[in-house]
């Protein structure tokens, strides 16, 4: 994996015809192959063959487009309307900074979360509630219908099994609001 110093960064050279060459691996390759380095935290710069000229945001700006186009989208539009409307704000300097640290942040939060929830999953108060939840199934699932359950009794313990769906819904929220912390 490249680190980001300068002696790591791969040059590509885009020519005129829409060619994309890696002068690393002396090949062409295409947006994919752009898009699975940057997955892979490969460092890279675009430039265009004939002038010199450092065009790697235009190609990245490409990628996230087509990556959009395949139906599976990451960029709601009520976003990339605001977006739009920070351009020519006075505050459109600041957007970039932002939007990258917010990221930072976001990936720095990731693999905690997933280590968080694997954890939760593989033993806390989810497979408890999940454990319970089936008992509760298989308990009602075999047991004998009663021919006629007193409408007191039913709607008591109604009552009590909706309070503890309650309490364990309230669990899991905490849960929740607590990972996304």
């Given at each position: 994996m490249?680190?980001?110093?300068?002696?790591?960064?791969?040059?590509?050279?885009?020519?005129?015809?829409?060619?994309?060459?890696?002068?690393?691996?002396?090949?062409?390759i295409t947006l994919e192959h752009l898009a699975e380095m940057v997955r892979q935290k490969r460092e890279f710069r675009v430039v265009d063959a004939k002038t010199g000229e450092d065009i790697t945001h235009n190609i990245l700006t490409q990628i996230i487009m087509e990556?959009?186009?395949?139906?599976?989208?990451?960029?709601?539009?009520?976003?990339?309307?605001?977006l739009i409307?920070?351009?020519?704000?006075?505050?459109?300097?600041?957007?970039?900074?932002?939007?990258?640290?917010?990221?930072?942040?976001?990936?720095?939060?990731?693999?905690?979360?997933r280590d968080a929830v694997?954890?939760?999953l593989s033993g806390g108060p989810f497979v408890d509630i999940a454990k319970r939840n089936m008992e509760l199934?298989?308990?009602?699932?075999?047991?004998?219908?009663?021919a006629k359950a007193e409408?007191?009794?039913?709607?008591?313990?109604r009552e009590d099994e909706i309070a503890a769906l309650k309490s364990q819904l309230a669990a899991l929220q905490a849960q929740v609001e607590k990972l996304a912390k």
């Open positions: 490249a680190s980001a110093s300068g002696d790591d960064v791969v040059t590509i050279k885009k020519y005129a015809n829409r060619r994309l060459y890696n002068t690393e691996s002396s090949t062409y990556e959009e186009a395949r139906g599976t989208t990451m960029l709601p539009v009520n976003f990339l309307r605001q409307g920070m351009y020519g704000d006075s505050m459109q300097s600041m957007v970039p900074q932002y939007l990258e640290a917010s990221l930072e942040s976001f990936q720095r939060n990731q693999s905690q979360f694997a954890g939760a199934f298989t308990a009602a699932a075999g047991a004998p219908m009663p409408p007191e009794q039913a709607t008591a313990s």
